[in-house]
C-alpha cells in the first residue's frame, strides 16, 4: 500500500476555504484516492474519490495533478461543523481500506 | 438514508470474559469489516467478510476474535477472552460492491468496549 503524508493538524477561520493536501510519492497505477471525515467517537464518513484530475461533490473537491503523487482536499466556505479529522487514503482496487493519522484540522468563528 | 447499526453502544467487561458486538449493515451490502479505534490513536483494520467468509484480516485479529454472519443480517465480531488492551472503539462497515469506484465504505456510529 502507498505510503501517505499528509499535516497533523490545520487551524482556519468560518467562511474561508480549506485545503489539505497529502503526498503519495509511492502511488502504484492500481491505486485510487479517497479522502473521510471523522468527528470526535464517531464513524468515519466517505468524502470523496478519484482516480486523476478533479472531482467534485456537494461537500468538497479533490485535486489530483498528473502525476498523482499527490493529492488536495478543497472544503470551500468551511463552518465550526467542519472541525474534524481529515484522512487520506490511497488504495487499491477491490482491497482493503487502511486508515493513517490523518489531519485534526480545527475552525475558529 | 440507510445506515449501519451497531449495539451495544459501550459494554464494560471484566478482564478475561468473552464479548460479541453486532452489527446490522445496509441490507443490499455485500462486503463487511471491522475496524477498532484507540482512544486518540488512529482507525485499525481488523477483518474483511465477503460471501460468508474472512477475505482478508490483519495481525491484531488473532485467535481471540472471530466474525460470523448467523442469519443473513447481522455480522457480529466476537472476543473470546478479553484483555485491557482491547478497550477501544470497534466500528463496524458495509460496502456494496467492489470496484474502482467503491473507496466508500459505510460505518457504524461505533462500540465501545471497556475492559476492566
Known amino acids: 500500500l502507498a505510503k501517505t503524508t499528509q499535516p497533523i493538524s490545520m487551524d482556519s477561520y468560518e467562511g474561508q476555504e480549506v485545503n489539505i493536501t497529502c503526498s503519495h510519492n509511492n502511488i502504484a497505477t492500481n491505486d485510487y484516492i479517497t479522502w473521510y471525515q471523522q468527528f470526535p467517537s464517531q464513524g468515519p464518513r466517505f468524502i470523496i474519490q478519484?482516480?486523476?484530475t478533479k472531482v467534485t461533490n456537494e461537500v468538497a473537491s479533490l485535486f489530483i495533478p498528473a502525476d498523482r503523487k499527490s493529492s488536495t482536499l478543497s472544503l470551500p466556505r468551511v463552518s465550526l461543523s467542519d472541525t474534524a479529522v481529515y484522512y487520506c487514503l490511497v488504495y487499491k482496487r477491490d482491497d482493503k481500506i487502511i486508515f493513517g493519522k490523518g489531519t485534526r484540522l480545527h475552525i475558529l468563528p | 438514508e440507510p445506515e449501519v447499526t451497531q449495539t451495544p453502544s459501550h459494554q464494560v467487561t471484566q478482564m478475561g470474559q468473552e464479548v460479541i458486538l453486532r452489527c446490522v449493515p445496509i441490507s443490499n451490502h455485500l462486503y463487511f469489516y471491522w475496524y477498532r479505534q484507540i482512544l486518540g490513536q488512529k482507525v485499525e483494520f481488523l477483518v474483511s467478510?465477503?460471501?460468508?467468509?474472512?477475505?482478508?484480516k490483519s495481525e491484531i485479529f488473532d485467535d481471540q476474535f472471530s466474525v460470523e454472519r448467523p442469519d443473513g443480517s447481522n455480522f457480529t465480531l466476537k472476543i473470546r477472552s478479553t484483555k485491557l488492551e482491547d478497550s477501544a472503539m470497534y466500528f463496524c462497515a458495509s460496502r456494496a460492491t467492489r470496484g474502482w469506484d467503491t473507496g466508500e465504505l459505510f460505518f457504524g456510529e461505533g462500540s465501545r468496549l471497556t475492559v476492566l
Open positions: 478519484g482516480y486523476k
Open positions: 467478510f465477503y460471501n460468508n467468509e474472512i477475505s482478508e
